[in-house]
């Protein structure tokens, strides 16, 4: 089983900069496909970015030029990188891997909220 744990949310004020953690129990260095997802209140879950095991990124429209994925296969983790935060970035954040299976993880998630 994989867990993951996200770290790095807090409140901002907009403009600011947050940065988002989430270890993995477990290595990473053959998962094809790590990244974040969102979800702000009355909204579905939402792909933010991903980043393959070649370093292959993808970013929502949204977040392009402001938010950077990364990922230290060395740790076990994968960075978000957030900068030039907005209001409408308000969200839980969580980490998703997908397996070579194809099986999905998440993780539980952390909060981020931008006040304007």
């Known amino acids: 089983q994989v867990q993951l744990v996200e770290s790095g949310g807090g409140s901002v004020q907009a403009g600011g900069s947050l940065r988002l953690s989430c270890a993995a129990s477990v290595s990473i260095f053959s998962i094809p496909l790590m990244g974040w997802y969102r979800q702000a209140p009355g909204n579905q879950r939402e792909l933010v970015a991903t980043i393959t095991t070649r370093g292959n990124t993808n970013y929502a429209d949204s977040v392009k030029g402001r938010f950077t994925v990364s990922r230290d296969n060395a740790r076990a983790t994968v960075y978000l990188q957030m900068n030039s935060l907005k209001p409408e970035d308000t969200a839980d954040y969580y980490c998703?891997?997908?397996?070579?299976?194809?099986?999905?993880?998440w993780g539980k998630g952390t909060l981020v909220t931008v006040a304007s």
């Open positions: 998703n891997v997908q397996m070579a299976s194809g099986r999905n993880h």
